[in-house]
């Protein structure tokens, strides 16, 4: 966690792993970065929610290989330690018992066959019943839904790990 002062101040350099770490998107990070100074936490994070509407879903897909399936602890990429603790507190919720660990496999499994990228959600205060309805519920969607929803949930949780890793 930084203080707002010191990411308004920092050299670019310094900030970007805290941006790369709530988001994979170098566009996104980039904007950021470079309006800085802010007046406020809140307006750093209105640019940083209308950034997000314009990533592309190359982005989007480039940006999904930093999140583990859910209930999952590696990314097909490795994860830095700040961003293996986002995914860890984000998943909190999620149980570990047989049951839900096999749900969850086989739904990831689904998903990932049915529109090729892993199911996302942001699971921050979600119940492990929560995802599964969720995901079961999204397996009815088509792709370009799933696109929208994968798209919404990416911006969801950059947004909430920046509002987490800034300190008013």
Request: aromatic share 8%.
């Amino acid at each position: 966690m930084v203080h707002f002062s010191e990411f308004n101040h920092a050299a670019a350099y310094q900030v970007t792993p805290l941006l790369s770490a709530c988001v994979h998107i170098s566009s996104w990070i980039d904007t950021l970065s470079q309006q800085r100074p802010y007046a406020s936490a809140q307006s750093l994070m209105d640019l940083a929610a209308q950034q997000s509407q314009n990533w592309t879903w190359t982005e989007i897909e480039t940006a999904l290989a930093t999140h583990p399936r859910i209930g999952e602890k590696k990314a097909k990429v490795e994860l830095t330690e700040q961003e293996a603790n986002f995914s860890d507190r984000e998943q909190s919720g999620v149980k570990q018992d047989e049951y839900t660990q096999r749900a969850l496999f086989e739904g990831n499994v689904a998903y990932e066959q049915k529109f090729g990228f892993i199911f996302l959600i942001k699971a921050a205060g979600l119940s492990s019943e929560q995802i599964l309805s969720a995901l079961q519920q999204r397996l009815q969607h088509d792709l370009e839904t799933e696109k929208k929803i994968v798209h919404e949930q990416l911006a969801a949780i950059a947004l909430l790990r920046l509002s987490q890793g800034i300190q008013a």
